[in-house]
């Protein structure tokens, strides 16, 4: 399969996939940490327009999830921003899996992420950091979607 992982740049999906044969690529606003050739640096959703057969997105999720719902005062504009880009990704493939916190886009989940600590760990962000997929996960989409 052709597949594209949006809003990804650690690669962790990206190389799940790869592992099982796929043509598997990554996408994000920011260079793959991996050095990946098989990085597209760019907007996601000129990505996304290509022809895939599968696509996994990632979407920022500070404008979508609760778990900033105290700050959305103020920034209606950028969560329906964030809302458009969301719902944009979803109808570039007709075999799509969209990762989003408990917030606009998903009921029924609980918080677990953003008690976290803030500020730079290990040279990447707070957002970054929380934003890498576990490699168990990433392994168990790819098994699961590869068949």
């Excluded at 005062?73 to 408990?102: D, V, Y």
């Amino acid at each position: 399969m052709k597949v594209l992982v949006a809003c990804e740049f650690s690669g962790v999906v990206r190389e799940a996939f790869r592992k099982r044969g796929h043509d598997a690529w990554s996408c994000d606003l920011i260079s793959a940490t991996d050095g990946s050739r098989y990085h597209i640096l760019g907007n996601a959703i000129q990505a996304a327009r290509r022809k895939w057969d599968l696509i996994i997105a990632h979407p920022p999720c500070t404008h979508l999830t609760v778990a900033g719902a105290r700050w959305f005062k103020g920034r209606e504009r950028e969560q329906q921003e964030a809302i458009a880009f969301a719902e944009t990704l979803w109808g570039c493939c007709s075999r799509m899996a969209i990762e989003n916190p408990i917030g606009a886009l998903v009921d029924g989940r609980k918080p677990r992420v953003h008690h976290e600590s803030p500020g730079i760990m290990n040279g990447m962000t707070r957002a970054q950091g929380r934003s890498i997929t576990y490699v168990g996960v990433a392994e168990a989409m790819a098994e699961q979607w590869s068949n």
